[in-house]
């Protein structure tokens, strides 16, 4: 029966995809467009959603209209990780085209993260191995992605992992292949070994030109991999001029303990009850908004940088692994509801949301993204043109700021 929904799942893909062509280079236009997803397992389906809302709205001005025709680059950790890999894999048939649609994505997570998310019978926390065993996973990523390399995706990539043996961060980077053509993998491998999240999957091991890896989730380095990203950009094309779409799983409100409270709790405490690790990733996220802050209203205007975001998570809803039917749908409604929420920055003095005046939903903010994304397209294929015929290009255009749910999922 998988087999079968595999085959069902890329057939569609192949005939829901429109024509894509490779974003023509930022050196025609007048920005470098970057999509951060971050890591949070089966939460996935969170940005899936919300990004199947810019989807539609490109649609509107370009019937063909992919997230990889319109980015620059596309970064993911962990399940954000995946699903860059598969909204920049070609079809096999089809390689100007993505093998999915934002709408397929959805798909992927609610037809398959029970698979995924299978509990293995009788785990708990002194088991030997992961709560899950990852053969699902490895299976399908292979299956879909096949031997689809870094190299081959159809806009720029930057996927964060850590080697646990070399014990340090390895940056999956298409800026890279030429410097360290080990890191042009499988993206497979890729995917598998950046959700390899510790406890929940088993680290991953692959070779590649040479070079051995150990893998687990990126998220140990970068949950949200924005910064990674704009890093990337920044060394390579000295560019200052960054437009970045940034996209969470959703978080719950952090509970904190008094100070008095907490200096009584034992080792042993600090680390069954995940206080340890919830405090690393709470404030590695906040670091990130933190050095972003610094760096956009630096190098342009705060408005080319929209973060959405779900502060105020349900905490039954916060697990990385929930694949109930229940919890699927539930996660989709946040999706929804963050769409028609106020958008909100992060205050890096108090390290608390706060509502953005006049600028709206994040729905009309992400309408007006499409806008500039679309803008900027016309800009470069224009320049290109022009230089092509060898005359000088004299116009500009002026940009809007950053500032309907989704039609019902189609099932497979």
Known sequence: MAVFLLVV???????IGGFNTHLPSPSNGNLVTILSIDGGGIRGLIPA????????????????ASLAKYFDVIAGTSTGGIIAAMLTAPQPQHPNRPLFTTAQVIDFYKQYGPSIFKETSGWNNTYPGPKHDGKFLHEIARALLNETRLKDTLTNVVIPTFDIKKFHPVIFSSYRLKKYPSLDAKLSDIA????????????????NDG?????VDGGLAATDPAMAAVSEVIQEKKHTNILLLSIGCGAKKANGYDAEVAKSFSAAYWLISGLSVNSYDYAAKDMTQYYLATVFPGLQSSDNYLRIQEY??????GSLDNATEANLDN?????QNLLKQEVLSMNVVTFEPEEKTSVGTNA??????????????QLRLRKKSMG?????????VTFPSLSTEPEQVKQL
């Open 49 to 64: 959603v919300v990004l199947q809302h810019l989807e539609k709205a490109l649609q509107e001005k370009d019937e063909n």
């Open 312 to 317: 105020n998570l349900d905490p039954s809803m």
């Open 9 to 15: 799942l890329v057939f569609s893909c192949q005939l």
């Open 364 to 377: 009309q903010a992400l309408e007006r993204l499409a806008e500039i994304l679309y803008e900027e397209k």
């Open 331 to 335: 996660l989709v409604k946040v999706g």
């Open 388 to 396: 092509k015929r060898g005359r000088p290009f004299i116009e500009t």
């Open 192 to 207: 598998i070994g950046t959700s390899a999240a510790p406890t929940y999957l088993p680290p991953y091991y692959f070779e």
């Open 211 to 215: 070079t051995q890896f150990n893998l």
